[in-house]
């Protein structure tokens, strides 16, 4: 069906459009508001429709929604002015094909563009995993990250700023080099750099470099990101760290596309385009008067939120086997082994995961087929032995016959799991931590007790001697905190 649908209450994009696309041999009606688009829709079926999202008398969103409902195979391009991007993207989260800036100044790309979508040319899926593999992007099989994905895709080509959110290691820079890649600068220069990891004078010359002379030590004049990458792309990682003076800078370029290196007075023009990532929650950073709200709203054009790893548990075999071809190695893992996989937290999340795999595959290729529980390492088992302690809370502490070996194992296994938290201190928060050492205390004092009373052949008196505490204290120890637990 060559039926197009223009709506737009500005009457030149209308005449733009139906001159245009009658052309190219399209049918093109044109309605002006709500109500008009409303009418059309109850008496012709369209292929395509172009939606304005402003309209005097009628919201866009809405408007396609309910085009979608009477018509669910026809394609909708939204067109937006800059200002209002973010619904545009909103509504390509709604089911829109895909978004164009008004004023139109690519004539040939529009074309292109509908063309495209009449020819069913919506490759969309195939492309998107094509362009994934290169950069070795896992989707997975989840509808969240799907829709994750697909929208980054559809936002690549456009020069909108981008924020990536998400836990460590849950892949925001895989993700913003896939946004480099699926755009049209992917044979110029993708620059990531890490705000928090490069002392305030340091990422300033990073970023806009500087002149001979403009601090001990700048023995040359040296050009910034900004200059080298100016058709590239920019990740901007650990956004939230950025200090105050470079944020004014910063802030700058994206308002004007103007920059000075260090100790310059030339302006310089740039354009590249900038992806900022942070696995804080920026808007709360904003909240906390760490971070500037101007800036803020010019970097979160787009917002991409990755999901933790835990929230796609379902995927972690798909990983697995992606690591270990990685890897190279022809390990299998049990079907337990793998369900303790999918129930750890994975508090760092994919990188974790893969770290977890390249250290059993140095260390089990050629020793072992198939891994077992037995094989995991301890934070794995003891974060599974927590969780399901944490959902059966209200039973009392099993002990094994044999008690001490048992502690041993725990204390390892704690021990390991505190340290790990400890490095990883922006993913736990210190419930978790607290909740822990309680636990810790529980299971040693019930080892003790426990030992005591074998010691004294069950004799509750004489254990609790042995312990030198009150025989009170011994059957608090023993049973009601056992139960209170
Ligand atoms: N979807 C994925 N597919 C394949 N590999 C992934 C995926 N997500 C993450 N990884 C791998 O996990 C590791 C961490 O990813 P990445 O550096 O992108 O995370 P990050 O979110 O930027 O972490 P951080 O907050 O610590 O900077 C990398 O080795 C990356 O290759
Ligand atoms: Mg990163």
Not at 259 to 277: D, H, S
Not at 301 to 312: D, N, T
Not at 434 to 445: A, F, G, P
């Amino acid at each position: 069906m060559d039926n197009i649908l223009v709506v737009d209450d500005e009457q030149e994009v209308g005449n733009f459009l139906s001159f245009l696309l009658e052309e190219k041999g399209y049918r093109v009606s044109v309605a002006e508001s709500g109500k008009q688009t409303l009418d059309l829709l109850n008496d012709h079926k369209f292929g395509l429709a172009m939606l304005d999202v402003r309209l005097p008398d009628a919201n866009g969103l809405d408007l396609l929604k309910e085009i979608k409902q009477k018509l669910p195979l026809c394609k909708v391009i939204i067109m937006t002015g800059y200002s209002t991007v973010k619904t545009a993207v909103e509504a390509i989260k709604l089911g829109a094909n895909d978004y164009i800036e008004k004023p139109f100044e690519d004539i040939d790309q529009l074309e292109v563009q509908i063309d495209a979508l009449f020819n069913d040319k919506d490759y969309t899926e195939n492309t998107i995993e094509s362009l994934a593999h290169g950069v070795g992007f896992i989707i997975g099989q989840q509808a969240k990250m799907k829709h994750l994905v697909t929208l980054a895709y559809k936002i690549a080509s456009k020069n909108v700023n981008v924020l990536i959110e998400g836990e460590t290691g849950t892949g925001k820079e895989v993700l913003a080099r896939f946004i480099h890649q699926a755009s049209a600068r992917r044979d110029q220069p993708f620059i990531g750099i890490n705000c928090g990891a490069l002392s305030h004078a340091l990422l300033e010359s990073e970023l806009f470099g500087h002149e001979k002379g403009a601090f001990t030590g700048a023995v040359n004049q040296r050009s910034g990101i900004f200059e080298i990458a100016s058709q590239g792309t920019l990740l901007l990682d650990e956004i939230a760290e950025m200090t105050p003076a470079v944020q004014v800078k910063l802030l700058r370029v994206l308002e004007t596309r103007e920059f000075m290196r260090v100790g310059g007075e030339k302006p310089l023009r740039t354009n590249t385009r900038i992806l900022a990532a942070s696995h804080a929650n920026l808007g709360e950073t904003v909240r906390q008067q760490q971070f500037r709200e101007d800036l803020f709203y010019r970097l979160d054009v787009v917002k991409l939120q990755i999901p933790s790893l835990r929230e796609r548990n379902k995927d972690i075999p798909l990983f697995v086997s992606y690591f270990l071809e990685k890897n190279s190695s022809s390990l299998t893992f049990s079907d337990e082994a793998m369900n303790l996989l999918k129930n750890y937290s994975w508090p760092g999340n994919v990188r974790e995961l893969a770290n977890t795999v390249t250290q059993l595959t140095t260390l089990m290729d050629g020793e072992k087929t198939t891994i077992t529980p037995a094989d995991l390492p301890e934070k794995i088992i003891l974060g599974n032995e927590i969780q399901t302690r944490e959902k059966n809370s209200s039973q009392p502490v099993q002990t094994t016959d044999d008690d001490t070996t048992d502690l041993k194992s725990f204390l390892n296994a704690w021990e390991n799991h505190m340290i790990h938290s400890l490095e990883d201190l922006r993913n736990f928060d210190f419930n978790h931590i607290e909740n822990q050492i309680k636990e810790l205390e529980h299971r040693v004092e019930t080892t003790f007790v426990k030992q005591a009373l074998i010691e004294a052949d069950g004799n509750r008196k004489e254990a609790a001697h042995l312990l030198n505490i009150s025989q009170r204290k011994f059957r608090y120890l023993l049973n009601e905190k056992n139960k209170e637990d």
